[in-house]
């Protein structure tokens, strides 16, 4: 038997321990608990979702209940900003968008959307 205090044996409860460290540590260290409640603080934009790939995807309801696919993003804010310009062409400058309209100067409603 070996005597030496410097060699612990590891358990399989370690090891799953470490395992759950190193995945937070990799999917970015944000110190939220699985399972606590606490991961649904985070920001969630409007249209927004996260596909298996790891990309973000976008689409909007638009009048007359059709969906509009927007497309895939690489960043969550992308993805957020491609709702809110749909957004506003569709329902116009009051539609819900998830960045201050202000930001889209540039945009035009369609004649058709309401609140314009």
Do not use: C, H
């Not at 927007?70 to 310009?85: C, H, K, P, Q, S």
């Amino acid at each position: 038997m070996n005597n030496n205090p410097s060699i612990i044996p590891k358990t399989a409860d370690e090891d799953s321990v470490i395992v759950s460290v190193l995945s937070q540590v990799i999917r970015g260290g944000n110190n939220v608990v699985p399972g606590s409640g606490e991961e649904r603080k985070k920001k969630r934009y409007i249209g927004v979702s996260l596909r298996s790939s790891g990309n973000w995807a976008a689409e909007i309801m638009v009048p007359g209940k059709v969906r509009k696919w927007l497309g895939i993003f690489g960043t969550v804010e992308e993805a957020a900003r491609a709702y809110d310009r749909a957004s506003i062409r569709y329902r116009g400058k009051t539609g819900k968008t998830n960045f201050p309209v202000e930001e889209y100067p540039e945009l035009e409603p369609e004649n058709n959307a309401q609140g314009s």
